[in-house]
């Protein structure tokens, strides 16, 4: 079947740009030395994470324990939970899943990790912990230095926990080719003072697990890492391709619309909005839009409603009619993803499967 | 159980509130005299359209032929798709529906009518008919006029089909009650407009169909109007009220939250995201932030990551310590909902059950 006869709004993903992003990360990274860990929260479908780990991923990422359960299910090992995770059931949970898979969580205070040690000892299992500090991107994470360690040693002392190693993000890598070179260098000032406090305390770690997919390029720049945790490479978006860490024809997700309605002069309005795409704005490049018409690039997607995406086509020669079909790239794959219950699979025009998002909404 | 004890992040819906708005609405609507016909979008969620019924409502909206489904299968009936449907696919299945329910649908175009009698006629089905007209809020619709009543006259001629009415949307009814009032009034010349066009050309006009939550409280000042389709009032938001058409008291779905870091000095972050609010920006108000944090608005929830949501703490006087449990109103509950397989019920503090959001991720 061709794309342009599936049932409209329908996400789509080309299984030739995935194998090729793919292949280049896990090249990238055996070439800078480095361990790669791809976050799924981008694809949440084991069937992809099978793809990356196929490809030499060292293990998986996840954001939330409901999304290690559906890869540890699925048959898939050692997965980090790069998220504080706070709370009995959920805690219960993640024992349940140490007790048959090589499990991580990271963590950043005290009081998580003694309720952690709490719910592990429970179900007499060891969970792996990463300690978390921030390079910069404000968000989790001690600063790098001594209050660091001391949570270290305090893991260490906690039954059901083992310490492992330090976890950051290097989501303040953003931007221009330029910009982000420039934050790679502060980020790796601080991972290598968190480093240096580690050394001189002579507690050994064993994991720096860092990245994002825009700071990618950079991983041989930052000395002691040994692993990343990029997401949005597999499929890329809008805002890789603004900030120049992709081409467009990387980007692999794509939404297959079906124009609705041209009754409004200026406007074109497609069977797409914010529960297809979702609302997240362009974070890079023209830092404005809600995703790339590929058909006609001057004419804008400029509004969202929920089921509606309007496109002004006031300066745009094509003629919009009414049915006609219509393929956009999202600004922010990961949580377009996250609107859809399934995606269909792609090489070329050629419709040639569906796949779940079997962890789509997995927010516990 | 309190709803301190749910695992977080969870939406939940307080029933006494539910109660309350869909109450008011409809005796609001009783007294204007005019008709109710709540748009569906909001909760997704049968047994919440069934109280909407029980209290009155003329018959439903929904956006999507999936949505409709739902609501049907669940044994409700006189349902408007208020989208021009385009497409074999979901136009089968509409006619499936129309076999069973009392089906009506939107449309602007010749062609959404041509291929929509095509696919009723060749199930042996009539499906009613609304064309829709565009009052101010330049998404779908013809201008009120000449063109309007040849398209309904075209509807006409065509089998399968049954001209019903005419539909608009009230969008452009929105910000502070004089600015509604405002607007209102436009809203009303163009209604007024349209119907002189049908009057004109012999055509009786069945049902006029318009609305939103923010215009509710003015359908009477909109003369020939027959039905309203607010969706938000069942729930509200904190859109609804920054624009002065509730009171915070008034809406009824919260999500919980747990603080997860307190690491970085002036941040409290919480463990749901974009995944879990829906990255839709406030649109009225101070037009900033992401959600009102119950137990403390001065901590305002500046920024979301897909997972994470960043408190800034820096004028609170709040101790905010990981482990803590705060509830949050989001912007826009009707994007929220959608990110959610199910919502728990409270009345007060107090769980009283669950539900499942049966037409969430329904986007075609």
Redesign the interface.
């Known amino acids: 079947m061709n794309y342009r006869e599936l049932?409209?709004?329908?996400l789509t993903v080309d299984l030739d740009v995935v194998e090729r992003n793919l292949d280049r990360m896990a090249a990238q990274c055996r070439q800078k030395g480095v361990g790669l860990r791809p976050h799924t929260?981008t694809h949440k479908t084991p069937e992809v994470a099978r793809m990356q780990l196929d490809r030499g991923a060292v293990g998986l990422t996840v954001?939330?324990v409901g999304e290690a359960e559906v890869m540890a299910a699925a048959g898939l090992d050692d997965i980090l939970v790069a998220?504080?995770?706070?709370?009995?059931?959920?805690l219960w949970r993640l024992a349940q899943l140490a007790r048959w898979r090589r499990m991580l969580i990271s963590l950043?205070?005290e009081?998580?990790a003694v309720?952690c040690s709490r719910a592990m000892s429970e179900q007499g299992v060891t969970l792996g912990v990463l300690v978390?500090f921030?390079v910069g991107f404000?968000?989790?994470?001690?600063a790098p230095g001594h209050s660091l360690v001391e949570l270290a040693k305090k893991v260490q002392k906690l039954p059901g926990l083992e310490f492992r190693g330090l976890m950051t993000y290097f989501?303040n890598v953003w931007g221009t080719e330029e910009e982000r070179a420039k934050e790679a260098e502060q980020v790796a000032e601080r991972v290598g003072r968190a480093l240096a406090a580690f050394r001189e305390s002579g507690i050994p770690v064993e994991i720096v697990s860092g990245g994002s997919t825009p700071s990618a390029q950079f991983a041989d720049r930052v000395p002691g890492l040994t692993e990343i945790r990029p997401g949005t490479y597999v499929y890329n978006d809008l805002n890789t391709y603004h900030q120049g860490a992709c081409k467009l024809e990387d980007c692999a997700a794509r939404v297959v619309v079906?124009?609705?309605?041209?009754?409004?002069p200026g406007?074109a309005?497609i069977?797409?909005g914010?529960?297809?795409f979702?609302?997240?704005?362009l974070g890079s490049g023209p830092m404005s839009g809600f995703g790339y018409v590929v058909e006609d690039p001057g004419a804008p997607l400029v509004k969202l409603?929920?089921?509606?995406g309007?496109l002004d086509i006031t300066k745009s020669k094509h003629h919009f009619?009414?049915?006609e079909v219509l393929t956009v790239i999202p600004n922010h794959v990961?949580?377009c993803v996250?609107?859809?219950?399934e995606f269909f699979l792609r090489r070329g025009d050629e419709v040639v499967g569906s796949l779940s998002v079997a962890a789509?909404?997995k927010?516990?």
Chains 1, 2 share one sequence.
């Open positions: 049932s409209t709004p329908a929260k954001a939330k998220f504080p995770v706070f709370g009995g059931e959920k950043d205070d009081a998580t309720v978390e921030d404000h968000r989790c994470g001690l989501g079906t124009v609705v309605s041209t009754a409004v406007r309005i069977d797409a914010s529960k297809t979702s609302s997240d704005l409603n929920e089921e509606h309007h009619r009414v049915g990961c949580t996250n609107m859809h219950d789509r909404g927010i516990r």
